[in-house]
């Protein structure tokens, strides 16, 4: 592995030592100390680092809110699932902003989150399909979300989350 910069304040054992300590620890201790170095190429790197880890958690707690969604239809658990499937694409849409601004809107609004990014059609589609769900099945005085092709868009949502981790190689 190559070292973190050419720096020689730079110590040759942080490329080793720097992905095996816990995230609090980095955040904490051995990023402040980089910091401190006033060396660029450094920040810069450890900020990747730590911006990769930011995405990569995303990701997974997107997957997790799809498996949960998956699990709530298949037991007509509408109201849990639709709430969960656009909680999933939320989360895929946000980790894909962190890659290209470092920070997110704070919004459910899954047309916004997509309108950045030059996402296929049948995903920008499926994007407008779950505000129904996430609001229809949750307030009584909103029309309910259709369940009648909830299998074919949770089979989409689940495309669409698998094509945005490749994106970042998970």
Not at 23 to 52: C, D, H, P
Not at 99 to 106: D, I, L, S, V
Not at 118 to 131: A, G
Not at 140 to 156: H, S
Request: glycine share 4%.
């Amino acid at each position: 592995m190559a070292a973190l910069c050419a720096s020689p304040r730079c110590p040759e054992w942080a490329a080793d030592v720097v992905p095996k300590l816990s995230t609090e620890f980095r955040r904490k201790n051995v990023l402040s100390w980089f910091a401190s170095q006033k060396n660029l190429n450094v920040t810069l790197l450890l900020g990747k680092y730590i911006m990769k880890e930011a995405i990569r958690r995303w990701l997974k707690k997107a997957r997790e809110d799809l498996d949960d969604a998956k699990f709530s239809i298949s037991g007509s658990r509408y109201n849990l699932g639709g709430f969960m499937l656009q909680q999933a694409l939320e989360k895929a849409l946000k980790a894909l902003h962190l890659e290209k601004y470092g920070k997110f809107e704070y919004t459910y609004n899954l047309v916004m989150l997509s309108a950045d990014f030059d996402i296929p059609e049948k995903y920008q589609r499926i994007c407008e399909i779950p505000i129904p769900l996430y609001t229809g099945f949750r307030y009584p005085d909103v029309a309910e979300g259709d369940v009648e092709n909830i299998d074919e868009i949770l089979g989409i949502a689940e495309e669409m989350i698998q094509w945005i981790e490749k994106r970042f190689n998970v």
